[in-house]
Nanobody, 118 residues
Framework: QVQLVESGGGLVQPGGSLRLSCEAS????????MKWYRQAPGKARELVAL??????TTNYREKGRFHISRDNVKNTVYLDLNSLKLEDTAVYYC?????????????WGQGTQVIVSS
């Protein structure tokens, strides 16, 4: 059974930092790209960052403030949020897509809330 469990969210002041974690289980973690999305109140879910299975390729919606990484021994992907702004307030989700033949299945974690407020 595939599971993605996020943690690390919380309340932080503008300019602060947080590290989000997503622990994965039920599939070959190192063989799959992982993504972080976020959804702010009243807005559509948006891609924040992605990382390849081997960790060598990353991409970001906004370069500079966020950093994605992974530990394929711990089956965990991380998202470091730095210089946080009020508009970074959102629920952050971990995501992966698993493919078996012609079948693709999308998996999401339950989300972790990040609130940026003074």
């Amino acid at each position: 059974q595939v599971q993605l469990v996020e943690s690390g969210g919380g309340l932080v002041q503008p300019g602060g930092s947080l590290r989000l974690s997503c622990e994965a289980s039920g599939f070959t973690f190192s063989g799959h790209a992982m993504k972080w999305y976020r959804q702010a109140p009243g807005k559509a879910r948006e891609l924040v960052a992605l990382i390849s299975g081997d960790g060598l390729t990353t991409n970001y919606r906004e370069k500079g403030r966020f950093h994605i990484s992974r530990d394929n021994v711990k089956n965990t992907v991380y998202l470091d949020l730095n210089s946080l702004k009020l508009e970074d307030t959102a629920v952050y989700y971990c995501y992966t897509r698993l493919t078996s033949g012609s079948t693709m299945n999308d998996y999401w974690g339950q989300g972790t809330q990040v609130i940026v407020s003074s």
